[in-house]
């Protein structure tokens, strides 16, 4: 089998392209939790907290040259000499980022589970006769004979 033909039968079959269609809305999902995010559940959060602005969220561990204000950018603070920033602001973000979408995946499987235990059970077929019942036909049948 040629390569082409065999890459051809591979990228055509039902699984690959169920995974490009996930990754494809997996990437439209994010979008929508990372809008979610920071406009929605972000300011309500800084409103709480006083920050507009997690990305610039830092603490100074080392300043040699006491460069560092308050207030000053993160951009800004790192860019001073020999200074040591814990820049934390934007993990925070991050962090709140993936349990909302952690959420909504479980919520969204919670509901198909959900919605597949709703379904009506298939009635299953009455059961037939178990081998060793019909052996014991066929014997009482020869013995008839």
Sequence with gaps: ???VKEFKEFAVKGNVMDLAVGVIIGGAFGKIVDSV???LVMPIVSAIIGSPDF???YVVLKDPTNGITN????V????VENAVVFAYGNFITVAINFLLLAF???LMVKGINKLKREEAPVEEAPAG???EQLLAEIRDLLKKQ
């Design 1 to 3: 089998m040629g390569f």
């Design 55 to 57: 990305s610039n969220m």
């Design 71 to 74: 207030g000053m950018a993160l």
């Design 104 to 106: 909504a995946v479980f």
């Design 129 to 131: 006769p178990t081998q």
């Design 37 to 39: 995010v920071k406009d």
């Design 76 to 79: 800004d603070a790192q860019a």
